[in-house]
């Protein structure tokens, strides 16, 4: 993983003629084609070699994306042609000349000279003496007036956090929140963090780390562009209709495509089986989106109830 957690984007990418050939060759939108490359830019940045993301693995690109099938491959071999990507290593062409290490020895000097300016303007200003004057007898004598007075500005330093505010920071912290976390994120939730106070609100209500879970397979399976904001929105559903129950309401229809196990189930039921996960991890199987859309088209050709 490399140490770098960000990369540049330049402007005029979005009105780049390159995108939008590659998007008419490739009889994709412009959407789509920046982002398979807001992808690419984001696995090359987080590549061991950076610049170097190797060649994609299109059906979880497809996937995360919400692309068709086959459109990937489309857009990313338009991107070869156009030089944008080494067809046999995957490297990003312009990598090392748009995303430098560092800037460039011109600024790293020009700033090296500021620095050495403000430093010598602080010296003399420390070392000026300060000028006095004869004031007649009863005149009270003048004082040297802050700069931040004179502009009518109070010296405050600012305040720092109590000890009990650290405290209740840190307590409001579930200690299974790093668990569910990680649960989150392996069921496709990328944008979870253990730090979320959202996370350990509602493991502090009570919400286990399976539910949690459920919950962030649910937003992937739907295409949420937000899984985690997404996720918390089915836990907070599904409370909801958990507490009308307990009231004594009835029980609101839940609908066949609600969830990955919903789903499962109703394909189990038409003949279809589940989705086979150890499959698709190597590479063998079939997307999940790819499942659920041949369970839809069973559901409609049988006219199963949705």
């Excluded at 312009?94 to 403000?118: H, N």
């Excluded at 009570?206 to 539910?211: A, K, L, R, S």
């Amino acid at each position: 993983m490399a140490e770098m957690h960000w990369f540049r984007w330049h402007h005029g990418t979005v009105d780049d003629p390159k995108m939008s050939l590659i998007a008419q060759r490739a009889g994709a939108s412009l959407a789509e084609v920046l982002a398979v490359w807001a992808w690419l830019l984001e696995s090359a940045s987080r590549a061991e070699d950076r610049g170097c993301p190797g060649l994609p693995d299109f059906d979880v690109l497809e996937h995360r994306l919400g692309l068709s099938q086959g459109m990937g491959n489309a857009i990313y071999s338009r991107m070869v042609e156009r030089g944008l990507v080494a067809a046999e290593t995957g490297r990003l062409a312009a990598w090392s000349r748009r995303q430098p290490k560092r800037e460039d020895d011109g600024a790293v000097e020009r700033k090296r000279r500021q620095r050495e300016r403000e430093g010598a303007a602080s010296n003399a200003t420390a070392a000026t003496p300060k000028r006095t004057r004869n004031v007649p007898a009863g005149h009270g004598v003048s004082r040297e007036v802050p700069t931040e007075e004179r502009r009518g500005e109070k010296n405050i330093s600012p305040p720092t956090p109590s000890s009990e505010g650290e405290r209740a920071t840190n307590d409001a912290i579930h200690p299974d929140a790093e668990k569910a976390a990680s649960a989150m994120r392996a069921a496709g939730a990328a944008d979870i963090e253990a730090s979320r106070p959202e996370l350990s609100a509602w493991l502090h209500k009570g919400v286990t780390v399976e539910q949690l879970a459920d919950a962030a397979r649910n937003a992937v399976a739907r295409g949420a562009h937000s899984p985690g904001a997404y996720a918390f929105k089915v836990v907070a559903d599904r409370l909801a209709s958990a507490a009308s129950v307990a009231n004594g309401a009835s029980l609101p229809a839940v609908a066949w495509d609600s969830s990955r196990s919903s789903i499962e189930a109703k394909g189990e039921a038409l003949g279809l089986g589940r989705w086979d996960r150890d499959a698709f991890d190597v590479g063998s199987g079939e997307p999940f989106a790819a499942y659920h859309a041949r369970v839809r088209a069973a559901v409609d050709a049988c006219g199963a109830a949705a």
